[in-house]
């Protein structure tokens, strides 16, 4: 069975295509799926129509999420997350975005992100920040179990 993905919540086309780039030249092949906003962040780890299929869109080893996402934000999208009654709510996600405002840095983290990372400013730098993302977070890092606790389908 392969790896599962690294789940991208990310709007900017421009981002999404330096980030994937970056993670493309990683030494070992990691899947990242991308979604373009909040809800459909929400919809993807509920399991919702159209990715109730978990084979086709299998749960996450890690969320990557942007703060300013269209439609609900970073924010709202780790509060849901956090809020869930199954294992979900121990998913790992890392805030990758472009704020260094305290304020956000701690809203992140009271909202219980695992980790804040903001956005490097050159295509080289995004590169190392994605090696050192591959060697903590799906190398050294235990992952939580998704699949012990309730069987019941996170609610919107």
Do not use: C
Not at 41 to 66: F, I, K, Q, W
Request: no cysteine.
């Amino acid at each position: 069975m392969p790896e599962a993905p690294v789940l991208l919540v990310e709007d900017d086309p421009a981002d999404v295509r330096l980030i994937q780039r970056a993670f493309g030249k990683l030494p070992d092949m990691i899947k990242v799926i991308r979604l373009t906003n909040g809800d459909e962040a929400v919809s993807y780890l509920a399991g919702d129509a159209p990715y109730e299929n978990r084979g086709t869109h299998p749960m996450p080893r890690v969320v990557l999420l942007d703060i300013k996402l269209p439609r609900r934000s970073g924010f709202e999208v780790l509060e849901w997350l956090r809020r869930q009654t199954t294992a979900i709510k121990r998913l790992p996600v890392v805030m990758l975005t472009s704020s260094r405002h305290s304020v956000d840095i701690n809203r992140a983290y009271d909202l219980g992100a695992n980790s804040y990372l903001t956005k490097p400013d050159t295509a080289s730098q995004l590169e190392d920040l994605a090696l050192r993302f591959q060697e903590y977070w799906l190398s050294l890092n235990e992952l939580p179990d998704l699949h012990t606790g309730p069987t019941a389908k996170a609610p919107r």
